[in-house]
């Protein structure tokens, strides 16, 4: 139980262009999914916090209007990274808590690379 | 601010060792402290730990919490190729009902056969 999936797991894109990348919760409700970014070498960072239904929350110094996440159903959350540029090329992670609690189930990981 | 650091930052060694990992955390209000292990693609979880001096046994793989002196360890015996990874420890966000998580840095951990 308690499988998270993302998708795509790999992503090459332009500069300028949008990229959306889709993190599910298979076997549970997930009342809170979280988006982190690993850069080369370094641990994850998080970038985000998203309650099903309600506007998500950012740390400081990530961008909403750039990283829009969207939380429409218990299962489902989004990342979009608009206007992408090199510079966030970076391994994208999500997880997911479930309404039963516990703690995070990580997805497996999507690595954008922007060119 | 709560700060999660782990050390070493690396290890290197030979099939059969014994290792200690060890992660020291300052937090304002500490809950629990997890500990997870990742390869190449996202992590997994290994252990939470609440409570001070009980070891959590999985296998090779034990952990125990010292919440006087503010840290963990992760013992992993007779180690073997497939225990190579990035060991990462991580404690929840301060904040009351918050279950956001700080990772420290990891520890690389490399299994030489």
């Known amino acids: 139980g308690a499988v998270v999936s993302q998708h795509p797991s790999r992503v090459i894109c332009k500069s300028g262009t949008s990229v959306k990348i889709e993190c599910r919760s298979l076997d549970f409700q997930a009342t809170t999914m979280f988006w982190y970014r690993q850069f080369p070498k370094q641990s994850l960072m998080l970038m985000a916090t998203?309650?099903?239904?309600?506007?998500?929350?950012?740390e400081q110094g990530v961008e909403k209007d750039k990283f829009l996440i969207n939380h429409a159903s218990l299962t489902l959350s989004t990342l979009t990274v608009t206007s992408a540029h090199p510079e966030d090329s970076s391994f994208y992670i999500c997880s997911a808590r479930a309404r039963s609690g516990g703690w995070q189930f990580f997805g497996p990981g999507t690595r954008l690379t922007v060119l | 601010e709560d700060k999660v650091v782990q050390s070493p930052l690396s290890l290197v060694v030979h099939e059969g060792d014994t290792v200690t990992l060890n992660c020291s955390y300052e937090v304002t209000n500490f809950r629990s402290l997890l500990w997870y292990k990742q390869e190449k693609k996202a992590p997994t979880f290994l252990f939470m730990l609440?409570?001070?001096?009980i070891e959590k046994k999985s296998g090779r793989l034990s952990s125990i919490l010292d919440k006087k002196e503010l840290f963990s360890i992760l013992n992993i015996t007779a180690t073997q190729t497939g225990d190579s990874a990035v060991y990462l420890c991580a404690v929840p966000y301060s904040g009351a009902g918050s279950y956001q998580l700080t990772f420290g840095k990891g520890t690389k951990l490399s299994v030489i056969p």
């Open positions: 609440t409570s001070s001096g």
């Open positions: 998203s309650n099903e239904g309600s506007k998500a929350t950012y």
